[in-house]
């Protein structure tokens, strides 16, 4: 069993606890595939297809053919609708279509796990002991981003929804506010660093441990 020594801070960057986390909450193992899978899923859901042109089929105009095929000297045309003419139809139109792709609950929870686990392994997951404000300040939520050296793109998790946190980090470039269950791979990812709360730290924990439980379980009715 393959443990991971964590320190908390408080909002003073000054240390307060530790935490050791058990690897096998989170999967035990980065599952990269899945990783990989997860985040193509999340960027293809974030595309808008609704490009679209007209092809030679929806543009006005007469199906006739300009003029003979032989004898006048000129190339040969077909209709004025043809690619080729001002006015006519795209030869290879774009049509609206669904970019979107799709994951069991299941492996997008495996996915999500590995994304932590790799934050863990790269030492960019910091746990702070709790993360509050009276009202909404981003100079305050700077500060404390400063006092826990995060000087690269931060995702921060927290318990549940805080209205005067997200609105003190809505203005700072590349910070992203999120309760625990709405985490999933393509944000953890798409950030440098990770923030937890302890709260929302030992949820995701606690959750992990007792999934893994659940599915040793029914693998031991199974045998």
């Known amino acids: 069993m393959n443990m991971i020594e964590l320190t908390i801070y408080n909002t003073d960057g000054k240390e307060v606890d530790s935490l050791k986390v058990d690897e096998s909450a989170l999967g035990g193992v980065v599952r990269y595939p899945l990783l ?10 974030k595309r808008v297809g609704t490009a679209a042109t007209k092809s030679r089929g929806l543009v006005a105009g007469s ?3 300009i003029y003979r095929q032989k004898g006048t000297g000129n190339a040969r045309a077909g209709t004025r609708r043809t690619g080729k003419r001002v006015g006519g139809g795209v030869i290879f139109a774009k049509v609206t279509r669904d970019f979107s792709k799709s994951m069991p609950k299941k492996q997008r929870r495996l996915a999500r796990d590995s994304a932590i686990l790799v ?6 997951v910091v746990v702070v002991d709790m993360l509050s404000f009276e009202k909404p300040k981003t100079k305050d939520f700077v500060r404390v981003l400063g006092n826990l050296k995060i000087d690269r793109s931060c995702l921060v998790a927290i318990g549940d ?3 005067n946190l997200y609105m ?6 590349k910070v992203a506010v999120m309760p625990v ?3 999933n791979a393509g944000d953890i990812c798409g950030h440098r660093k990770m923030l937890f709360t302890k709260e929302a730290f030992l949820s995701v924990l606690n959750k992990g441990n007792r999934e893994q439980k659940a599915e040793d379980e029914i693998q031991d009715l199974e045998i």
């Open 63 to 65: 199906t006739r053919k």
């Open 168 to 173: 003190s980090a809505r203005n700072i470039p």
């Open 119 to 124: 934050k863990l392994f790269g030492n960019d």
């Open 36 to 45: 990989k899978q997860a985040i193509v899923m999340y960027h293809a859901n």
């Open 161 to 163: 929804y805080d209205e």
């Open 181 to 183: 269950a709405e985490l």
